[in-house]
């Protein structure tokens, strides 16, 4: 399985990974809107770098190992390839936005330009790599210090954990995405001046003084902790469905029952 590690202690922010992205995506300049989070992603942008301190965080999808977009989808619009990457199909989209409130991250994006809209986010160049238009994601390829790079999971775990264990003085003592959610395929390993906690949603979140209800086990997969809401969606649409039929048979039946009323008081007259 296919997976992208990012080493913040060599990024030099020079965002040749976020304009890469978007030639070979085809992405046109973004529009600021005063909704957007500040973090730079949007509908045209999949990708991006942000100032932490001294140092400079790449930003993307994370494409979870068990990703709760996918299994918050009520129409299968996104799903995780063998590949590695958490692809979307908006043939299928519905537009509810459920991935939206559902990634632990906060990375899909609403594309509020398109008459019909779609969820857009990094699909880790999955069809151009299929097709064999590249051989790997255009950010990795274009990064000139070599801060992002691809290859297999397995083998960029190896690679992280021997780079931390080389300079343990330089890194945190954690590889961010190992484990986390059930474990990603973008990876990160960062300085010890430089926590990355802030990337997930949760922790983002809570930084704002957003109180969530309950504490989810950083390590679990998401989709184990949306299993059970998700599977009452089909029995709240048959269990709504009844009810406003209910409702509808009501009112319609005293609508009648007035007319009659008042057809009989006419005659009575």
Not at 189 to 204: A, M, Q, V
Request: aromatic share 10%; with cysteine; proline share 6%.
């Amino acid at each position: 399985m296919k997976a992208i590690l990012t080493d913040i202690t060599k990024c030099i922010g020079c965002t040749q990974c976020v304009t890469a992205c978007k030639m070979v995506n085809n992405l046109p300049p973004d529009k600021p809107r005063e909704w957007q989070k500040n973090d730079g992603l949007s509908s045209r942008n999949w990708t991006s770098v942000l100032r932490k301190g001294d140092f400079f965080v790449r930003k993307q999808c994370r494409h979870c190992i068990e990703p709760a977009c996918a299994a918050a989808c009520p129409v299968g619009a996104l799903h995780k390839t063998d590949f590695g990457a958490v692809v979307y199909d908006s043939d299928k989209c519905l537009g509810c936005r459920y991935c939206m409130m559902a990634c632990p991250y906060g990375i899909p994006r609403y594309d509020w330009d398109s008459s019909v809209p779609y969820i857009r986010k990094c699909i880790l160049c999955y069809d151009n790599i299929k097709s064999g238009k590249i051989e790997q994601p255009a950010c990795t390829k274009n990064c000139p210090t070599g801060a992002t790079i691809f290859g297999e999971r397995d083998y960029l775990i190896e690679e992280a954990r021997r780079r931390i264990n080389d300079k343990p003085d330089l890194y945190s003592d954690l590889i961010y995405g190992e484990k986390e959610v059930g474990g990603t395929n973008v990876l990160y390993i960062t300085s010890k001046d430089c926590p990355l906690d802030f990337l997930l949603y949760y922790n983002n979140r809570i930084e704002k003084d957003i109180k969530l209800v309950g504490e989810p086990d950083f390590e679990s997969a998401y989709p184990m902790l949306t299993k059970w809401a998700m599977g009452s969606v089909p029995f709240a649409f048959i269990g709504m469905g009844a009810i406003m039929s209910g409702i509808y048979w009501v009112v319609n039946r005293r609508q009648r029952i007035n007319k009659e009323n008042k057809e009989i008081e006419n005659e009575e007259d």
